[in-house]
């Protein structure tokens, strides 16, 4: 009696847990995660901020223009350009440049960033060419205001404020939005990790993407891609068999253990992948990385325990199964509430929700369809 009822209550805990995932894919596009509490957006006024030094009694319109980057910005009479450019930030620096021709070389930028001292600074560089050398600070095409440009970090978001006086208002222009992860020394701006070039309308707000960083870009689809598939198909494949094909003896296993090692070799590139990516970008995607790498941690605790697997017949095998299964529902789990996160975090399309929550949908269709047949022959 309580064997049956510890096997259905897992059974029920079991199926609770890949309910709760598909869910996650169609609440958390309604939902304020704790996430983005940090982050800017549109719906927030950083003039509170800014007013101190930066007081510009135009309204700024406000245009999400790539990944984190927020723009913000005014045209007033004078042919005076306000700007207030915002970005995710922890460490490095951030620009934002002006090009004729959508090219880095020739442009001329404003960078902003705290050095390690908490000091926060903002200069102009002018892009002579690709070299650290040809890169010239107090140097470019762009005229500054009066008004002292200045750079404000408010949480995990860094602010860049500063008005520039143009010849005539500025309609279609080409602007280069980029970021390095290391602070200048001595001014001396070190090579961005990743960037877009954006054409920016600022009589109408439209804009639209001309190119952007394939590193950058190749690593997310990269680090997403190969969390799917490995933690979100392949693994949970490997489960099932374990669960529903023991009569196939000794294929089950073999299928098992075959699926279980591919699964979490390419786990362990996604981590990989994904700590490269954060070294990059140093976004602010702590509760991801820290779950990722927790998860990494359970994976390996489930590889050696199969090292460490006692025989059929000793004492302690029970306690083993036990260990291995929950730790492996747990992981499974996990994957899952790690993978809507990281989609999430990415700002993946639809595309990519609808794609993994087919794929929890058809695990759970699967799993309850298997689950039947098996209280049925019993």
């Given amino acids: 009696m309580r064997k049956e009822y510890g096997k259905d209550f897992f059974e029920r805990f079991h199926f609770l847990l890949l309910f709760t995932a598909v869910l996650l894919i169609f609440l958390w596009p309604n939902s304020n995660t704790a996430v983005h509490a940090q982050m800017d957006s549109c719906n927030l006024d950083p003039s509170r901020l800014l007013s101190a030094v930066f007081n510009d009694s135009s309204p700024l319109f406000c245009k999400s223009v790539w990944n984190s980057f927020i723009l913000r910005y005014s045209q007033r009479q004078g042919n005076t350009l306000s700007i207030v450019l915002s970005a995710t930030y922890t460490s490095g620096w951030v620009g934002m440049g002006f090009s004729k021709d959508g090219m880095m070389v020739g442009s001329s930028a404003m960078v902003g960033w705290i050095s390690k001292d908490g000091k926060a600074d903002i200069k102009q560089y002018f892009l002579r060419g690709k070299s650290a050398s040809n890169v010239i600070v107090n140097q470019g095409q762009l005229q500054p205001t009066d008004v002292t440009p200045v750079v404000v970090l408010n949480g995990a978001t860094i602010y860049l404020a500063f008005q520039l006086k143009t010849a005539s208002p500025l309609t279609q222009q080409?602007?280069?939005?980029?970021?390095?992860?290391?602070?200048?020394?001595?001014?001396?701006?070190?090579?961005?990790?990743?960037?877009?070039?954006?054409l920016f309308d600022f009589s109408t707000g439209s804009s639209s993407s001309s190119s952007s960083s394939s590193k950058f870009d190749q690593l997310k689809v990269t680090h997403g891609a190969l969390a799917?598939?490995?933690?979100?198909?392949?693994?949970?494949?490997?489960?099932?068999?374990?669960?529903?094909c023991r009569q196939w003896e000794p294929q089950w296993f073999h299928l098992h253990l075959f699926f279980q090692l591919t699964g979490y070799t390419i786990g362990v590139f996604t981590v990989v992948?994904?700590?490269?990516?954060?070294?990059?970008?140093?976004s602010n995607v702590t509760a991801h990385r820290d779950l990722g790498i927790f998860l990494l941690v359970l994976g390996t605790l489930q590889v050696s325990a199969f090292c460490l697997r006692p025989n059929k017949d000793a004492k302690i095998r029970k306690y083993w199964n036990w260990y291995h299964h929950w730790v492996g529902r747990l992981t499974l789990f996990l994957a899952a509430v790690n993978i809507v996160l990281g989609i999430e975090l990415g700002g993946a399309g639809i595309v990519w929700k609808v794609g993994y929550g087919v794929i929890l949908s058809v695990t759970l269709v699967t799993v309850t369809a298997l689950e039947s047949r098996v209280r049925i022959k019993e």
Avoid: C, D, K
Avoid at 188 to 193: A, D, I, Q, Y
Avoid at 228 to 244: E, S
């Fill in 273 to 282: 992948v994904g700590m490269s990516l954060y070294y990059q970008t140093h």
């Fill in 228 to 244: 799917i598939i490995g933690w979100g198909v392949l693994l949970p494949i490997g489960a099932v068999i374990a669960r529903y």
């Fill in 174 to 198: 080409q602007l280069i939005f980029a970021s390095g992860s290391s602070t200048p020394n001595q001014y001396v701006l070190t090579m961005h990790e990743y960037r877009t070039t954006v």
